[in-house]
Every structure is written in structure tokens, then in C-alpha cells.
């Protein structure tokens, strides 16, 4: 490739993402320069002192200035807000991205705030930990992980296909996607399984007043990984639970359903029932490990990752 | 110590737990000889062939003859069948014991077919993985991981206090428990979030229809966890469930009132609702991870584990 995609990145919020963005960026060695900015000072002073971004700036705007390429890496609820933030100081002909778990509520809250003279291409890097802020992000968080590019109609193929090539540098698989079906997917690979996890570890935090502290203390394989999951960030679930509201609900509509038929099951003590229903999901599992989603490796393949 | 606590140990039933035992009683080189015993000809002919048990019988009554400990390592819908089978064969004083992961059940099956003259000490390593069969265990298994013992009442002092030794030496913590109790503490920590975890599974494969393979291709964390979970042995969880029906439905009962509260808030867009739930789950995953039952290593501390 000749000289870098972008001269001049700016990452608005300092989180997850965007701490993982920003040394994946520097490993490829692909930016000229990487401003950042955060909503608190505690945020950015962490930043400065941990050298995330080249340079962290006071105020959105400031961030913004003269950048190509503007990454909005806050929670999905507040991206309409700083999207108006930072309109009056977008550079004519920068794009702006996000980062958010949403995609359609994204859409109808940024979109309406940007100038004309500004390209908007949503993505969603499909890769994430439990653990969240400046302090925990990491370069190979993308690595072979796939980024959904979800643009809007209208929006020139240029800009699309820069930012799908800066994904492709830190290290991620890119595929575009229609902003409703990314929302009704994620719904059943993600949002779904994360509100049971949380429902599960609440259930077990109410019965810590009857079994005492045995639920912690004798936490088995199962409910490890729930408490694991219901670990993520209140205020990112908070948003995506209610900003893609329609397809939560729906999945959660045929789950509940399908719980019932097994705890009909389990009830009538139709044990054909379960052993054909238990028997059907293990093919699923097949299917991701073939993939490369995931690895059978009892560390899950996560010492290579961390290497 | 003088000598070691069991010249003679039979597993019968040789898969994950089975094959992981041996291992590591090889590894603290504490027993005599070990025979195993599986009910089909080709897992027998595994064992022989990989060097699993130092003599594999061709009927568990050979297994156990001679025997001073004879583990039960069968799904828990069987026990009673084995222990029929293994009775008229069983040496004089010697201990039975069992790895089921449902305790009542197992007792009420099991207490009425062996002899007076042996003691029967039921229980419950928590400790496992998705696989299973003869070439899924491993030494390590154990190690560190909760042993549970829980013993019927009027059983001799001696037999416990030995089964805790050897279980200590292939690297479990015990602790002493109560069947009932046992049950509806696993209940909570291990059977309901398995069948939670097979349900949504069991969406995501209707979805397919939908989705097309798109369910696994972006599997997500959360998900990917999930099908993890539910790619455990159907013959054994549908024995769990059938077994300890009570606790697993009284907690589902619970589990679907909390689903559905949250539910209505993510419907009527209770924001505060949905993050003060999530915030009050993180301390949980706090508290197990001082009580040193996970880590917060991205790898789950799984590395260290099989190294
Ligand atoms: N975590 C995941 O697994 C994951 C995966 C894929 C996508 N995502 C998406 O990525 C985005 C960021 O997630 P994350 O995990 O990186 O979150 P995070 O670690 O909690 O960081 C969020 C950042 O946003 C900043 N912020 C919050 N409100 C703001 C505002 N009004 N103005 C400016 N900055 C603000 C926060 O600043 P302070 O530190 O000052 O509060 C913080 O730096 C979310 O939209 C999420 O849906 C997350
Ligand atoms: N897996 C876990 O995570 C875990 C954890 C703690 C406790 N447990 C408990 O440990 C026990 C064994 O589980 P596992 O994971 O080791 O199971 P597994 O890998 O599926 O092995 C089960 C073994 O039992 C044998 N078997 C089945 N029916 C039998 C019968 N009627 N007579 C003789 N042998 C029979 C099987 O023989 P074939 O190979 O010939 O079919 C196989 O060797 C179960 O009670 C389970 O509840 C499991």
C-alpha cells in the first residue's frame, strides 16, 4: 500500500475498545498521529500517563480536529451526543465510525447530527472482553476476529473500503452487513445469552441469603462462565438491551418458550425429550469450532492470543 | 503416612472422571493396582490400548473383586444398576463410593443394593470439561477443584476419613455436605445454568432456518461460552435433570420470575433497573475470584493448569 489509510485517527472514549484499537494501531504502525479524549479527567489522566493515543485532548472537539478518520467508542446511549459534540469541528471529507454493539439505534442517533460533507460508516468489531476502561485493552484483541462494516445508503465506496482495509491491519476479518439483520444476529449471539447470564448470577445472588457464600465458594464449570459473562460493563448492557430493544425481546420470547418445553420435560420426566434436545445442540458447538470462532483447547486457545 | 490408604481401586464406568482419576492416582503413585471396567467392548479396548487402568476387566464384577475402593464413575441414572450388578462380587469392609453429580438420587439407588458388610460413601468432584469418554481425562483435572463428600447417616468414621485422604491426594479440596443440600447448591451453581445454556443454544439452532450460518460464523462471547456448555454429554445431563428434578425446577421457577422483571424493563426502557441489576451480578464474579474458584487471566488460568 502506498503512505498510510489515514493521516490522523482520533478515538472518542478511552475504553475497551478503544485502548485495544490504539495498540493495535501502533503495532501495524498504520497512523501518522492518534488523539483520544474521555468524559473524565480520571480517564484521561490514566491515558496520558499509560501513553494511550499520541495525544489526549480536553475536550471532544479539540480530539477531532484535523482527523480522517473519527472512532466513536462510547457506550451505544450517548453516541447521538457526542456525535453533535464533535460536528462542528469534523475536517470536510473525514469518516466517522463507531464501535457500538447496536446498529440501527446508532444509526438513527448519529446520523441527523453529521454536516454533509462527512462520511459516516457504522461498524461493530466483534470481539470484546468482561473487563473494561483504559487500563484493559490490548493489541490482539482483533486478531482474526471479525469486524461488521454496516453502512448506510448512500455513502461513497471509497470510505467504505478504507475503513474496511484500517480493520483489516488491526487485525480483524471484515464483512458488510444491513444495520436490522446485524442487530436481529447479535441479538441471539450476544445480547440474549448476556441478559440470561446476568438473570442466572441475580438468581444466585438472591439465594446467597439461603446457601450463604456456598454458591461462591462451590461455583462450578457453568455457572463460572455465567458470572464471568454478567461481569461486563452495567452501563454498555444498560444501552444495548434497550436500544435494540425489539430483536432482545423477540429472542427472548422464543427462548422462554423452548425453557418451558424442557422444564415440561425435566417435570413429566420425559428423558427422550432431553437427550434429543442435548444431543442436537452439540452439533452447534461442531460448527463454531470448525469455523475458528472458538478452539477446543481447554484455555480456549487464549494463552496464543495473549502471547 | 504409612502405606497407602487403598491397595485396590476399581472404576467402574471409564470415562472423563474415570479416565482423569487414574491419572492422577498414577501421578500421586498411591494405589496398588486400579481396574477399570466400561460397559462396551470399544471403550474397554480403548483403555487397553492407551494404558488406561493397570488391568481393564471384561465385567465389573471382575473389576471390583478383591477391590478396597470401588468407585462409581457411571451417569447417575445407572448407578443403582451397577451397584446391583457389582454386589454379590464385593469384598468384605470395603468402601464404595461414587463421582455422580446429583447426590440423593444416587443414594436412595444405590444404599439398598450393596451389603451390609461394605460402606457406602457417596461424592461428588467438582471438576470437569465438555468432553468426555476414556481419552478426555487428564491428571490435573482435580487439582485445587472441591471434592464434595456426603456420607449417609450411621457411616463409620474410618471409611470417610480415608475417602478424604485419597481424594486430597489427587488434588481436591474436600469438604463434608449434606445429599439434599448438596443438590440444591449444584442446582444453582451448575444444573440449571447448564440447561439454561442448552435452551439458548437450541434457539440459535432454530434461528438458523433464519440466519443461516450466520449464528456461527459471529458467534460472539457470550454465546460461544454457551455452546461450550451445552456440548456436554446428553446422556449425563439428562440423568441430572431427571435426578434432581426438585431443586433444578424450584430454581428455574426463580430464574424465570428474575428473566421476566427484566423482561418488562427492557420493555418499558427502565434503564435504572437494568443497570442496577447489572452492577449488583459484578460482585459475585468478584467474590469467586477470591475464593480462587476462576481467575481473571484472559485464559481462565487453564494454561498453568495443563502445564
Ligand atoms: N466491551 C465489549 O465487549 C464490546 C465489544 C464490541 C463493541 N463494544 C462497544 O464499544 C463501545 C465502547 O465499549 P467499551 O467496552 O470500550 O467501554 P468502556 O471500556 O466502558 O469505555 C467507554 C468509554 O466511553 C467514555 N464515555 C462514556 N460516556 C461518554 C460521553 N458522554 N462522552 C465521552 N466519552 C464518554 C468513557 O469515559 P470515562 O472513562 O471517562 O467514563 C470510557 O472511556 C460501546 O458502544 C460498546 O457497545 C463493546
Ligand atoms: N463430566 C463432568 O463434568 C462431571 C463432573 C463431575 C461429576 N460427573 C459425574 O461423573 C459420572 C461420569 O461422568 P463422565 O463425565 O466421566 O461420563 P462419560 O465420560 O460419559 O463416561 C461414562 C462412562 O460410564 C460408562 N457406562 C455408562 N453406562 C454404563 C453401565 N450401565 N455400566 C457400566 N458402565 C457404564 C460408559 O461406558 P461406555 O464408554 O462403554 O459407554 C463410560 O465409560 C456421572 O455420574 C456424572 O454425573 C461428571
Known sequence: MNGPIYNRVALIGLGLIASSMYWAIKRAGVVGEVTGYARSQATRDTARRIGLCDRVCDSAAAAVEGADLVVLCVPVGVMGQVAAEIAPALKPGATVSDVGSVKRAVITAVEPQLPDDVHFVPAHPLAGTEHSGPESGFAELFDNRWCLVVPVNGTAETPIAQLQSFWELLGANVEIMDPDHHDLVLAVTSHTP?????????????????????????????????????????????????????????????????????????????????????????????????AGQDTDAPDFGRAKAKE
Open 194 to 290: 448476556h441478559l440470561i447470564a446476568y438473570t442466572m448470577v441475580g438468581v444466585a445472588d438472591d439465594l446467597r441469603r439461603v446457601t450463604d457464600s456456598e454458591v461462591i465458594k462451590y461455583s462450578a464449570a457453568g455457572f463460572r462462565d455465567f458470572t464471568r459473562i454478567a461481569a461486563s460493563d452495567p452501563t454498555m448492557w444498560r444501552d444495548v438491551f434497550l436500544s435494540n430493544k425489539d430483536a432482545t425481546l423477540e429472542i427472548l420470547g422464543r427462548f422462554t418458550e423452548e425453557l418451558f418445553a424442557l422444564q415440561r420435560a425435566i417435570r413429566t420426566g420425559d428423558g427422550e425429550h432431553l437427550h434429543e434436545y442435548f444431543t442436537r445442540t452439540r452439533a452447534i458447538r461442531r460448527g463454531i469450532i470448525e
